[in-house]
């Protein structure tokens, strides 16, 4: 990995176990940076790497008067990461599951048959579960079946609100359910900012419950005393029509 070069003879980069070191540019191959899109990502923009946890070594740990607990992850070539825990139970939790992604082959599951009755499952004709696709064009727009829904993440929403494409959002929304629901990363139960997706008709904006944030107090102030209480609110008539 080149770190710079301002120099006209030499790089400054990291090599395997050599860090912070010069190397001459002539044995230096430079290739153009391609920033890597974590849109479908669950971390996002936090999403920094991934560790192959296939040739990896993993040991637990414990240090008395420091982080009690921490796993240490040896890769081949790599440094060490080590994943820190306040409570034991928390930290075998994921050394289980490191475990087993280890020991898992690829392709060595069996497709599960899911037992459905014909009869029940023709009744479902409403809100039918449909992939969102990558962007709402106008060919995908023509050819909306108001009996099926799309659900994204929150970062998915704002890829569709640029200035170019927000009113297609609307559009869909207009004939079609959609759900919006807080990205994985919110780690702390934390909640977005549920007037985007109201604004632009999503008919349901999941939230954290659990956290009474000032987005949790907007959905409070929208459904407690409206329509009485029942949770649900009718889409002014003006969202709806073809000149909003």
């Given at each position: 990995?080149?770190?710079?070069?301002?120099?006209?003879?030499?790089?400054?980069?990291?090599?395997?176990?050599?860090?912070?070191?010069?190397?001459?540019?002539?044995?230096?191959?430079?290739?153009?940076?391609?920033?890597?899109d974590n849109?479908?990502?669950?971390?996002?923009?936090?999403?920094?790497?991934?560790?192959?946890?296939k040739r990896s070594v993993a040991r637990l740990?414990?240090?008395?008067?420091?982080?009690?607990?921490?796993?240490?992850?040896?890769?081949?070539g790599r440094e060490e990461y080590r994943m820190g825990f306040l409570q034991y139970e928390e930290m075998e939790t994921w050394y289980s599951s490191i475990t087993n992604v280890?020991?898992?082959?690829?392709?060595?599951?069996k497709p599960s048959k899911i037992k459905q009755a014909p009869a029940y499952s023709a009744l479902v004709i409403y809100a039918m579960a449909v992939p969102a696709p990558p962007e709402f064009t106008?060919?995908?727009?023509?050819?909306l079946n108001y009996r099926e829904m799309s659900s994204f993440a929150e970062n998915k929403l704002e890829t569709y609100l640029s200035k170019e494409t927000a009113g297609n959002l609307l559009t869909f929304?207009?004939?079609?359910l959609a759900r919006v629901y807080p990205k994985m990363w919110r780690t702390n139960s934390s909640n977005y900012d549920p007037l985007l997706a109201w604004n632009y008709g999503v008919q349901l904006?999941?939230?954290n419950y659990?956290?009474?944030?000032?987005?949790?107090?907007?959905?409070?102030?929208?459904?407690?005393?409206?329509?009485?209480?029942?949770?649900?609110?009718?889409?002014?008539?003006?969202m709806v029509s073809i000149k909003f």
């Open positions: 990995a080149v770190v710079s070069t301002q120099s006209t003879a030499w790089c400054l980069g990291d090599y395997g176990p050599r860090k912070r070191k010069r190397f001459p540019k002539r044995v230096v191959r430079l290739y153009e940076w391609q920033e890597e849109t479908d990502n669950p971390l996002g923009n936090m999403c920094d790497g991934m560790i192959q946890l740990h414990t240090v008395p008067h420091k982080i009690p607990h921490y796993i240490s992850i040896k890769c081949e280890k020991k898992s082959k690829p392709g060595n599951k106008t060919e995908y727009l023509s050819n929304t207009s004939k079609c904006v999941a939230l659990q956290t009474p944030d000032k987005p949790m107090q907007l959905n409070w102030g929208k459904f407690h005393n409206s329509n009485g209480g029942c949770g649900y609110v009718k889409k002014p008539y003006e």
